[in-house]
């Protein structure tokens, strides 16, 4: 999905009176463009428009981000423009036709404005060449599964992967990052769980992986959960685990990624029969201070003056403390409003900050339940991942981990890796998508060979 706080806002001038050649039957057809995000990353665009009648209809597909299909609300064509709207992800383009094959316009996204110029094309856009993803046929099995979380009333839908040979397996659940995520955690194409459930398997462990509640397969509402509910859907995997009788009940570990990386020592807290944890830019900070380091470090990357970015971390620092603190969604719509914010944008901004994820993860404490967990703990990070900070977090867990004397853990920071755990120049969250690997070796073989030597 497109991230609106990455995009560099511009201006441009439409192009006013136009020739009145274009009709609704002139617009059928695949339109393709290039969104320019920044100077170095520009992300291939589709539009799809069909005709029913005198009704026209569009999709919307972003091959980068490995997106197809989607809908596309409010299609308006004269004989001289076209707009639409993309309400899933928040967006709208308007432009007028230059020519019969070239709308130029602006595509909109919160307060984003960046130039947008469409062209008719029947090609398709190449999808990005992602070497690491695993390709049928796989010298393991795949199994489809389901399993339930009875506390939750859902059926939650997975792959689980294992050895081909006989005998019982020790066995790994992946916990997702922040955002609804399917069951390989699909990023621009990338689909790093596939890529992590491939090499433990051929290393002889079993790996479930599962799409998030309310995602692809699984049932349920992902809008309305925090943290905590994810962790009943993790804790639902690994009971679920325990009936099969190809897995070692008491060999079953968890590994999480960014907020998978926070939700897998909770359940751990909680489940004393968790053979190891591996967080992967897991928090070692709150989540107050997660955040306001996430946005200080990416915007000063991108050139944003000193004074400035101190200035905003301090005032979002107080305003979400006191979100913590109970500040009603009302209170924190007038805040922004007071800051100069139009009605809807603030009342946006005062949904999100609201909502009872964000409370959740604003108050997370990983001393809480990090100080309950016994099993052992690798916590890897990359050295630059701009989104969970290395030496902030890491540090943090080692200095919880050390006053609590837990028995087993190892922290490492790896050199020059991002948030996904490419190899990365920036570690901008625009790179992700222009870099081919989905995941350095050296995490794989890194994860792979602490387990081992736990089971």
Do not use: C
Request: charged share 20%.
């Amino acid at each position: 999905m497109f991230t609106s706080k990455h995009l560099k806002s511009v201006v441009i001038v439409l192009i006013g009176l136009l020739p009145a050649f274009a009709s609704l039957a002139n617009v059928v057809g695949s339109w393709q463009g290039e969104l320019k995000v920044n100077q170095n990353t520009s992300l291939p665009m589709i539009v799809h428009f069909s005709q029913e009648d005198s009704q026209i209809t569009a999709t919307l597909d972003s091959p980068a981000q490995g997106a197809t299909g989607i809908p596309i609300n409010d299609v308006e064509v004269t004989a001289q423009a076209v707009s639409f709207k993309v309400s899933a992800i928040g967006m709208t383009f308007t432009g007028n036709f230059s020519d019969a094959n070239t709308i130029i316009g602006t595509f909109t996204q919160g307060s984003a404005q960046l130039p947008l110029t469409l062209n008719r094309n029947q090609d398709s856009v190449k999808a990005p060449n992602r070497p690491q993803t695993p390709v049928a046929p796989f010298n393991y099995v795949s199994e489809e599964v389901l399993f339930s979380n009875p506390d939750a009333k859902i059926t939650l839908a997975g792959t689980l992967t294992k050895p081909k040979r006989d005998g019982k397996f020790a066995a790994v659940i992946l916990i997702s990052g922040s955002g609804p995520q399917d069951r390989d955690e699909t990023l621009f194409n990338h689909k790093p769980f596939a890529v992590i459930a491939d090499h433990l398997t051929k290393q002889g462990l079993a790996v479930l992986r599962f799409d998030d509640r309310g995602t692809a397969q699984s049932e349920g509402n992902f809008a309305t959960a925090t943290s905590a509910d994810f962790a009943t859907d993790v804790q639902a995997a690994v009971a679920y685990l325990s009936t099969r009788s190809d897995i070692l009940a008491d060999k079953v570990g968890l590994i999480g990624h960014s907020e998978g990386g926070m939700i897998a020592p909770m359940v751990a807290s909680n489940n004393q029969d968790i053979a190891f944890v591996i967080m992967l830019a897991g928090l070692g900070v709150d989540g107050v201070t997660l955040v306001t380091q996430q946005s200080y470090d990416i915007q000063k990357l991108m050139g944003k003056k000193e004074a400035a970015l101190r200035t905003e971390r301090q005032q979002d620092t107080q305003l979400y403390r006191q979100i913590v603190n109970g500040m009603a969604t009302n209170e924190i719509r007038d805040y922004f409003l007071q800051q100069g914010l139009g009605e809807t944008a603030a009342s946006a901004k005062a949904q999100q900050l609201g909502s009872d994820w964000m409370r959740f993860f604003l108050g997370y404490q990983p001393q809480h339940y990090l100080n309950k967990v016994t099993s052992p703990i690798l916590a890897i990070n990359g050295s630059k991942d701009l989104q969970v900070d290395a030496k902030a977090n890491l540090a943090g867990l080692e200095r919880i981990l050390k006053a609590n004397k837990h028995p087993d853990f190892e922290i490492k920071s790896l050199a020059n890796l991002n948030h996904l755990f490419q190899k990365a120049d920036t570690g901008l969250p625009n790179e992700y998508a222009t870099i081919e690997h989905t995941m350095d070796t050296q995490v794989l073989v890194l994860m792979a060979k602490w387990i081992k030597a736990r089971i």
